[in-house]
T-cell receptor, first 116, second 116 residues
Framework: NAGVTQTPKFQVLKTGQSMTLQCAQDMNHEYMSWYRQDPGMGLRLIHYSVGAGITDQGEVPNGYNVSRSTTEDFPLRLLSAAPSQTSVYFC???????????????FGEGSWLTVV | AQSVAQPEDQVNVAEGNPLTVKCTYSVSGNPYLFWYVQYPNRGLQFLLKYITGDNLVKGSYGFEAEFNKSQTSFHLKKPSALVSDSALYFCAVLPYSGAGSYQLTFGKGTKLSVIP
């Protein structure tokens, strides 16, 4: 049982390049999400998904794209990287946390992205 | 929209002394409340959560937290601090219901330093 797995761990991009951060979970969780962590700002939600084929925006969605074709995978795409997207990115998953369930959300180990 | 405040950027405590990390929240309706810990260059680890029932919640590594509805607080406590407790601590809130119930909202984090 690997939990939430993110790749790559570290990445340096040039402005304007595109890339995809991969996230996979093996716990059959319906809910998956992406957060970014910036110094002094805590974690902010980018996008989330409550099941295959269903995604929605979080607090800071601009510049990012997601899709959910399978229960296991939830990739995050940067279409044209900007220096403002330099951050640490965390993927998270759980059984559905909404609507009264209170299920715990579990996080991956993070992906450190630098855009130069 | 929900929000979390962690009023202290840093808390210093001597080893063996009790520690408190403060958290207040704002949410419509009933909240689910969480504490996570982050060690350097690692992901977030779940410590404990409040769903309903007993206002004193016990979690991992000897930590506990007290839910106070009237003061909208969920302070993290430990009777005797260890040097290994030094880390970044995040409080988070999830509304019981509604659209926001899929969006875990974090405070900005409190850096705990336990001094030998």
């Amino acid at each position: 049982n690997a939990g939430v797995t993110q790749t790559p761990k570290f990445q340096v991009l040039k402005t304007g390049q595109s890339m995809t951060l991969q996230c996979a979970q093996d716990m059959n969780h319906e809910y998956m999400s992406w957060y970014r962590q910036d110094p002094g700002m805590g974690l902010r939600l980018i996008h989330y998904s409550v099941g295959a084929g269903i995604t929605d925006q979080g607090e800071v969605p601009n510049g990012y794209n997601v899709s959910r074709s399978t229960t296991e995978d939830f990739p995050l795409r940067l279409l044209s990287a900007a220096p403002s997207q330099t951050s640490v990115y965390f993927c998270a998953s759980s059984y559905s946390p909404g609507q009264g369930s209170g299920n715990t959300i579990y996080f991956g180990e993070g992906s450190w992205l630098t855009v130069v | 929209a929900q929000s979390v405040a962690q009023p202290e950027d840093q808390v210093n405590v001597a080893e063996g002394n009790p520690l408190t990390v403060k958290c207040t929240y704002s949410v419509s309706g009933n909240p689910y409340l969480f504490w996570y810990v982050q060690y350097p260059n690692r992901g977030l680890q779940f410590l404990l959560k409040y769903i309903t029932g007993d206002n004193l919640v016990k979690g991992s590594y000897g930590f506990e937290a007290e839910f106070n509805k009237s003061q909208t607080s969920f302070h993290l406590k430990k009777p005797s601090a260890l040097v290994s407790d030094s880390a970044l601590y995040f409080c988070a809130v999830l509304p019981y219901s509604g659209a926001g119930s899929y969006q875990l909202t974090f405070g900005k984090g409190t850096k705990l330093s336990v001094i030998p």
